[in-house]
Structure formats: C-alpha cells, structure tokens
C-alpha cells in the first residue's frame, strides 16, 4: 500500500512538472520565441508521451521546419489520442487535403460528420474530395444525404446531372431534370431546364414540345429562347435564330448579364462575317427603346470605337449614355476626348464642369478643365480647377496626371508673378515625377531669369537637354544658364545648336532664342554676329527698347 501511495505520488509529480513545461512552452510560442517553444514540447513529448496537446503543437512546428511525414504522423497522434477533439481530427483532414492525399481524408471527414450531423459543410467537403477521387457514386451518394436534409433544389439538381454526364448516364441526367420540375410544376425555368436536359441527350423532339409548353404560359422565358436559338443555329437555320436573338435582346425581363453574353456572341459572329451592319442593327433597336440599358449604351459605344466609327456617330451613342447615368466618368471622358480633338474649349470646360457634381473624385476632369482655361488664358479658373483636383489627389493617383497638374500650376503663378508660389509648385510636380521634361526646363529658366541657384538650374536643364537634344527651346534655356554662369564659350555652342534646330524663324518666341544669341555673341566677343542677331529679333519686336539699346550702343545690357 506504501509502495503504490508512493507511485501515484511521483506520477503526480511528474504530471505538475509537465504542466510546468508546456505552460511555459505556450508562454514562449506567444512571445514568438519558437526555437524555446519547439524545445520545450519536445521535452513535454518525453515527460508525457501521450498527450495529445503536445502532438497537435508539434506538428505545426514540423510543418513549419517543411517536414512533412513528421508533421502528419504528429497530427495523426493527436487525433488518435483525442479523437473527440474536432480541431486536431479536422486539422488532420486538412493535412492530408493540403498534400492532395484525397483518399486518406475522406474516412476523417466522415468520422467528423458521422459525429456531429449538423456539420453539412463536412457534407460539402465529401462531395469534392469523392469527385476528386473519382468516385462518382459516393458523389451521389453525399448529394443525396444534403437532398434528404435541405430538400430537392435547382443547385442540387444540377450538380448530380453534372455528375451523371461525367458518368455517361444519360438516362440519369433527365430523369434528375424530370424529377425537378416536377418537384416545382408552377417554377417554368425547371421545366426549361428538363428540356435543356433532353435536347443535349439527344431527345430533341420532346425538347421542343417542353420548350414551346413553357413560351405558351410565357412568351419571353429568356431561357427557352436562347436554347431554341441554339438549335437552330446547330440546324443552319439562321433567320430564326437571329429572330429568336432579337427577341432576348429587346426583352425587358431579360437581364444585363444575358444581354452582354449574347451581345458577344453577335459580335463575334459579325466579325468572322466581315460584317457589322447587323450588330450595330441590334445596338439601334435596344437603345430606342423606352427603358434603354445605359450598359447596352455603353457597349455600344465601345463597339462602336472598335471599329474606327467616325466620332460624330459615336458621340449621340456617349450622350445618351450620360443621359441615362450622368456619373458614368468612362463616357464623359471620352466625350472630352472629342471636345479636345475639335479644340472646343467651352465644351471641355462644360463637360468638367458637370463631372464636378458626379465625379468629384475623378482627376482627370479638373486637369482637363484647368488645360482648357489656360488654353483661353483665364488664369484664375485655370489655377482654381487645379487646386481643387490636387484636393482629390491620393497615393493611388497617376504619377503623370498629378505632376502635371502641379507643373502647369507652376507655369500660371509664374505668370501670375508669383514666383516662390510658382517654385514650389514646380517643387511639388518633381517629388510626383522627377523627369518631367517641361516642369524641369521652366523651373531651370525661371530660375536663371531670377539668377537664382545656377548650379540646380543647369542640373535640370542638362536633364531636358540630354532627353531631347534637337529641341530648341531646351536648347536655348542650357544656354542661357551657362551664359547666366558666364561659362561663355559653351554657352555658344549650346545657342548654335538651338539656332540649327529653332526650325521656322518667324515662329512665335524664336525671337527670344534669337537675342539670346545676340547676347551670348557679345560677350564672346563677336560683336558683329551680336548686331547681327540682335537686329534679326528687333524685326520681331521693334518696341523693345533694351533691344534698340543694344543695337545702338552696340553693347550688351542686362534688363
């Protein structure tokens, strides 16, 4: 009697001390220290090998350490151990789903349900993992199990027929359709479904005698039409097909999914015809009628744009759209797009002005709006549309959109003479875009003008330079920064290179390449070429008075 006291006294000791050590192995697996926790359960497993808590944790940490056969044979001990604990069997059945060990799941999975009867999802599970294993009875056979719990449904239904097709049966796959519609006589699309069963198993006489049964008690069952435009299809007859075609697309019960998917069908066979006269037939029609679909619209549109259709067919097709959903942001912008090509100002500005209230988020119609003011030399709205699209800018935006934005921002406080304001908005269009080619050349020239931070001015313009080496304007900036640094000699190799380059001498600001020249020639000391220069931009600006200055003291003079 001792003896045994003495037993149960180290049993119980050593239990405390397992208590003891995995306690604290929860405690280093909370931590993150999961080298500590992993050593510690390992030591857990040797004071008490049958503890199933310590098998379950084990095996997430072989998984872990990629150790698959370790991992599942400690999963498996812990089910084994404690087979009522849902969490260690079905993380069992997990492991095996994970290694696609189908087979071995699915006796797990079963014991789970055959333990609890409420979990229909196990139910769910078994029926993929049998259709993965291939065996379709069993397949049924959970199917059934659900029909007995939830009753015969359209969902059911068509997963067994689905199951009797892969199994060849035919026979099965009506009786199975049959069953349903009777199940549901006043539902008529499972009547159309039996016969969609029966034309695709060959039983095309009974098919259409369902089919013309169901469009007696209702003549626009989209399901029946587009199976009967099917067949005839499959019978060569294509006028009633087409007939049949029309009849869905201008269907009111008809849905926008089942419009666009027979749209695309039309489309495609179009195509391969060569011909879209009768798409664009079907487009006319839908979107004459009184409840128009705008998505029909829109995919008209769209088509439309497809097949190079001159923009002013396509733009009654965009109003309408606009009409029918004015936040449709897609259709305003496009209608933008045409606006801008036809250099209609007012229009751009209108169309903006109106996404406003519907599309307040979108950028693109402030930047279009502020461009088309600047383009009418109206500077406050100009800079008013641009800072109230800034106000919608987000991490997602486009980087081009919103460096724009802040560069030509940048061009009309210059204007306005605001030049620190104007610095910073070009600051702002560089973090956005640091290779913003005109935000770069402005900001270097403005710079220069101001005889400003020469070293950063020629860092940017050399930028514009080196991505554009024939354009004139860079050109020209490069050198007049050099000059601004009296780097002379290069300055006239940049300006000859932007004389070679200007292109049409009368063209609007080649004057002020021109006199630049004049100066850079003056202070190499070539003063002929100077007067030369000079007097080629007075011809352009005959009031400039520094100019006459220039030419009749025959001597370079800052502003």
Known sequence: MVVMLLGLTVQAQELKTYDQFFLEAMIQREKGNNDAAFDLLRHCQELNPDAPEVYFFLG????LLKNTEKSIECVKRAAALDPDNEIYVETLAQTYIRQQDYASAIPVIEGIYARNKDREDMLEL???LYQQVED???AIGVLNRLEAIDGKSERLSLAKGEIYSRKGDRKAVVAEMEALAKQYPNDLNYLAMYGESLMMNGQAKKALNIYHQVLKEEPDNNRVLMSLRTYYQSQGNKAVADSLAERVLLNKNATPEEKVHLLRQEVASSE???????????????LAQPQADVEMAFYCASYMSAKKMPKDSIRPVLEQV???APDQAAARLQLVGYAWEDEDLDRVIALCQDARQYNPDEMAFYYYQGIAYYKRDSLDKAL?????GIGVITDESDPHIVSDFYAVMGDILHQKGLAEEAFAAYDSCLVWKDDNIGCLNNYAYYLSERGERLDTAEAMSFKTVKAEPKNATYLDTYAWILFMQKR???AKIYIDQALQNMGDTDAPGNEVIIEHAGDIYALNKEMDR???YWRDAQQKKPEDQLLQKKIKQKKYFKE
């Not at 997430?60 to 998984?63: A, I, K, R, T």
């Not at 008013?384 to 109230?388: C, E, G, I, L, V």
């Open 384 to 388: 008013s549309s641009f800072q109230n």
């Open 322 to 324: 606009l009409r029918m």
């Open 60 to 63: 997430q940490y072989y998984s």
């Open 136 to 138: 379709y009875d069993q």
């Open 530 to 532: 100077a007067l030369s």
């Open 488 to 490: 002379y000699s290069e």
């Open 272 to 286: 391969a015809d060569g011909d879209s006269t009768r798409v664009l037939t079907l487009f006319r029609k839908m």
């Open 126 to 128: 078994l029926f993929q």
